[in-house]
């Protein structure tokens, strides 16, 4: 079954990856790099978002058809570039791994949503086998526990109480912002009505987006990252605002973000590489002009790879 590309999605897509780019290249104690750390958060949550908003598709393949797909062009270039990254840094670095470190991401401080992406690919499909009413249930059961996470980590580093003491691999505190996506994909209206009445959509994003954004810096807990509860206003407000904004086909720049996000998987996986090199160990001070260039460069890469290797998923930027 062949569906057809969402150009929305793969702008949302190619805002998120480049929002990634620009928070690993601005990361730092500064002013400006702490707003862009702050807002830049919204963009992995989306990811989720967009995952659980195509699980009903999934859903619908045989589950070792669809399982052996993502295995081989998911989670093997995942492997091949967590390995890769575990290399580099012990060679810059002097910084060793295990097997374990590069089986769940740990090589490199982006590769964690990787191992996560795969355990809600392989078993959240088995959903849509359930009566609509326990898999309505059973997602507010999942945004309801991944947002008193959320919360109990920021509580918990506020104010020193202990909450939750495992502090490893957790696809709770993400299962969430997928389940989000498979709410939004079973109530098409919303969409619709982003389409029909962008400004207003926009306007209540706004609204969402700024209360997620300012809020830690009104409590005065900035820096916490993921561990909030911020972060599902932040989340869901920049991405429905994103979705209403470029809703107009006239808008600028559609087809060149699109174009982007259709490779945002390669990008994701190959990027901090560039990143390390241009910032780290070429010590590039124009950040803006770093961000640019890890871009550009991991988009002819990708396109000389697709060229090199057609029928080759490392290089196909699949996500």
């Known amino acids: 079954m062949t569906t057809k590309r969402n150009i929305t999605v793969d702008i949302l897509k190619g805002c998120g990856i480049i929002t990634v780019i620009i928070i690993h290249v601005f990361r730092g104690e500064g002013i400006i790099e702490t707003f862009i750390g702050e807002i830049g958060r919204w963009a992995v949550p989306?990811?989720?978002?967009?995952?659980?908003?195509?699980?009903?598709?999934t859903?619908?393949?045989?589950?070792?058809?669809?399982?052996?797909?993502?295995?081989?062009?998911i989670y093997l270039p995942f492997i091949l570039y967590s390995i890769a990254y575990g290399i580099y840094f012990y060679f810059f670095d002097g910084k060793e791994f295990t097997i374990s470190n590069v089986i769940l991401g740990?090589?490199?401080?982006?590769l964690y949503y990787v191992p996560h992406y795969m355990i809600f690919a392989?078993?959240?499909?088995?959903?849509?086998?359930?009566?609509?009413?326990?898999?309505?249930?059973?997602?507010?059961?999942?945004?309801?526990?991944?947002?008193v996470i959320c919360l109990a980590l920021e509580l918990q580093r506020a104010y020193g109480i202990r909450l939750i003491s495992y502090s490893g691999f957790n696809p709770l505190k993400w299962w969430g912002f997928v389940a989000l996506g498979m709410w939004a994909a079973e109530r098409p209206q919303l969409l619709k009505g982003m389409k029909e009445q962008p400004n207003i959509a926009m306007f209540w994003a706004?609204?969402?987006?700024?209360?997620?954004?300012?809020?830690?810096?009104?409590?005065?807990?900035?820096?916490?990252?993921?561990?909030?509860?911020?972060?599902?206003?932040?989340?869901?407000?920049?991405?429905v605002l994103i979705i209403s904004f470029f809703s107009n086909e006239n808008i600028p720049g559609r087809e060149?973000?699109?174009?982007?996000?259709?490779?945002?998987?390669?990008?994701?996986?190959?990027?901090f590489f560039i990143v390390h090199l241009l910032k780290?160990?070429?010590?590039?001070?124009?950040?803006?002009?770093?961000?640019a260039l890890v871009l550009i460069i991991c988009l002819l890469l990708l396109e000389g790879g697709r060229k090199i290797c057609k029928n080759n998923s490392i290089f196909e930027g699949r996500g």
């Open 280 to 291: 780290y160990v070429f010590q590039m001070e124009m950040l803006w002009l770093v961000v």
């Open 46 to 57: 989306a990811f989720f978002m967009i995952q659980g908003f195509y699980l009903h598709l």
């Open 122 to 147: 392989l078993f959240l499909p088995f959903l849509y086998r359930l009566p609509k009413r326990y898999r309505t249930f059973f997602i507010w059961v999942m945004i309801g526990s991944n947002f």
């Open 106 to 110: 740990e090589t490199a401080v982006h």
């Open 206 to 239: 706004s609204c969402i987006a700024a209360f997620g954004l300012l809020f830690p810096y009104w409590t005065g807990r900035i820096g916490y990252m993921y561990n909030r509860f911020t972060l599902f206003p932040l989340a869901i407000g920049i991405t």
């Open 256 to 271: 060149a973000l699109a174009y982007i996000g259709q490779r945002s998987f390669g990008i994701y996986l190959s990027h």
């Open 59 to 73: 859903a619908q393949k045989s589950w070792w058809e669809m399982a052996f797909k993502k295995i081989k062009r």
